[in-house]
């Protein structure tokens, strides 16, 4: 839903996701491809299996990530901090109704 709504409103966007395929005509890339110029990853995996995507988003350097609800991580969260990158709890499915993307 997260992908179809950022094309809706014209951002660019990157998938990435365990399984293969595509939506809405954007691939879905396995963990650790290397993106440039990231600005904003959205967190939809829960807190048990983000440990093995720390060092990968870190590496893709975004300016913030946004944890959905059920994905907070003091311990990645603070991590992203000490990177200096933005930690955000939000909904990013509200986040873009409400045009605070």
């Known amino acids: 839903m997260a992908v179809k709504k950022l094309l809706k409103y014209e951002f660019p966007v990157l998938a990435v996701g365990l399984r293969e395929g595509e939506i809405d005509g954007v ?17 939809y995996v829960g807190p048990k299996n983000q440990a093995s995507y720390y060092d990968y988003i870190i590496r893709l350097q975004p300016k913030r990530v946004i944890f959905n609800p059920g994905t ?17 709890h939000a909904c990013t499915l509200i986040m873009l109704s409400n045009h605070l993307f």
Do not use: S, Y
């Not at 691939?27 to 967190?43: C, L, Q």
């Not at 969260?77 to 955000?88: C, F, N, P, S, Y």
């Open 27 to 43: 691939k879905i890339e396995p963990p650790g491809t290397d993106f440039n110029g990231v600005h904003t990853v959205t967190m």
């Open 72 to 88: 907070q991580n003091v311990e990645f969260e603070k991590k992203l901090r000490d990177a200096g990158i933005h930690v955000t």
